[in-house]
């Protein structure tokens, strides 16, 4: 997947625009969830591996009453940290979002509020048979960047090709059984070959259609939902913000 976008440093807040600090400092002050991503979280990483944090922040609620509105999402402090206020996590999650829906199932928990926990809690809401729509686009779409990078110079940006693989390969065991599992597990060492540029690329062509048609195929008897539970997700939503109005009275 793609790097999330980069929040200007411009962002405001409630009462005027702030310094970076001061909005990192907000961001930090309400975060509900952190987590680790990334290769640290798929059993991918090695020596010198970043660690990907990303995370989710409930803002409150006077800070959407001013006509300036906060940011959706923020970048850092720390190196390779994205955080997303809730509001857009349900939004993505809802559509089925693999950014998103990877935060609310890493087992590699950072920090988790009591609001965090009850998002963890909420993580089935948020899956449906949309997964294979928005994971097959996304294979789609990287595969023909992959593609145009072999035309170009002979062979594709490996790290990507194999974030591609990876992703496709969780995709179609999430439809078959119903779980998001980030772990890469016996898969890990061709992976791994795969990331240094060791397969071939007529192997990883075949490789990528054989792993899209079985995404495909599953979702004839796949246990999930046809469509995510909207309605729980926005209950929730709602009360978060209505008890954000409370703890200011």
């Known amino acids: 997947m793609s790097s999330p976008p980069v929040v200007p440093s411009g962002d405001r807040r409630p009462g005027g625009p702030t310094t970076a600090g001061a909005t990192d400092r907000l961001v930090d002050e309400h975060t509900i969830l952190q987590v680790v991503v990334g290769s640290r979280a798929f059993g991918l990483a090695a020596a010198g591996s970043d660690t990907d944090r990303r995370g989710v922040y409930a803002l409150p609620a006077d800070a959407f009453w001013p006509l300036t509105k906060p940011a959706t999402h923020h970048e850092g402090p720390l190196p390779e940290q994205f955080r997303w206020e809730v509001e857009r996590v349900c939004v993505l999650g809802l559509a089925a979002n693999p950014n998103v829906l990877e ?147």
Request: hydrophobic share 45%; net charge positive.
């Open 103 to 249: 935060v609310l199932h890493s087992p590699l928990v950072e920090t988790c509020a009591p609001l965090g926990a009850e998002l963890r809690d909420l993580a089935p809401a948020f899956l449906s048979r949309r997964v294979v729509d928005t994971y097959l686009r996304y294979a789609r779409a990287q595969f023909a960047k992959a593609e145009r990078g072999v035309e170009r110079t002979g062979a594709p940006v490996w790290r990507h090709v194999t974030h591609l693989i990876r992703l496709l390969t969780a995709g179609g065991h999430l439809v078959r059984t119903g779980e998001l599992v980030l772990d890469v597990g016996a898969d890990r060492d061709r992976l791994l070959a795969l990331k240094a540029g060791e397969v071939p690329w007529a192997e990883v062509v075949r490789w990528r259609e054989l792993l899209a048609g079985r995404l495909a195929a599953g979702l004839e008897h796949s246990p999930l939902p046809v469509e995510p539970d909207t309605d729980r997700v926005e209950r929730w939503l709602v009360s978060v913000r209505r008890r954000s109005v409370r703890g200011l009275a």
